[in-house]
């Protein structure tokens, strides 16, 4: 996993891993988003929810933190041993919302993560034990949960949605 030297670095990781992984979304009809490929364990909407997931829910472990409230991590009701479930959960939030407007709320909410990282002083995105969510079990400084959560899985699913396209269109 990349260290990043400074949040400028961090973000432009962020933004250009996004926009090449939001891109493969152009040429997919909104009618194929449920399109289930055996060869590809997600289809398109499933795939954009569970980036839409993993960053509301980071956004909302700041956000209860900064409120002073119990943050749950990786989510009310679920452990690290059932992340199944919580993929599912996130499937099932964003299942009525179409290929735009999945496209359109993970946008926002890159957007916000970026807004975020930009927010935060450097001791606090760089160093570890400085967010309660962010010292789980892995001690990690939070640039590391962002990257696991964005820059990570942006290039992890990029290669996932390219191969769903080349059986599917």
């Not at 992340?83 to 009525?96: A, I, N, P, V």
């Not at 919302?97 to 935060?120: Q, T």
């Not at 001791?123 to 309660?132: E, G, H, I, T, W």
């Amino acid at each position: 996993m990349q260290a990043y030297a400074n949040k400028d670095d961090l973000i432009i990781a962020i933004k250009t891993n996004y926009e090449k992984y939001i891109n493969e979304f152009t040429e997919i009809p909104n009618d194929l988003k449920n399109k289930r490929i055996e060869a590809v364990d997600r289809t398109p909407s499933e795939n954009l929810s569970y980036q839409l997931g993993w960053l509301t829910a980071l956004l909302c472990w700041e956000k209860d933190e900064k409120a002073g409230k119990n943050v749950d991590v990786p989510a009310k009701g679920y452990k690290w041993n059932n992340l199944g479930g919580l993929y599912t959960s996130f499937y099932e939030t964003y299942s009525s919302y179409s290929l735009p407007e999945l496209i359109e709320s993970l946008n926002s909410r890159v957007a916000e993560l970026c807004n975020l990282i930009e927010s935060l002083p450097d001791d606090v995105l760089f160093k570890p034990n400085k967010r309660q969510w962010a010292a789980t079990s892995a001690q990690w400084p939070v640039w590391k949960w962002v990257h696991i959560n964005s820059v990570a899985p942006f290039k992890t699913f990029r290669t996932k949605i390219r191969k769903w396209k080349k059986i599917a269109l």
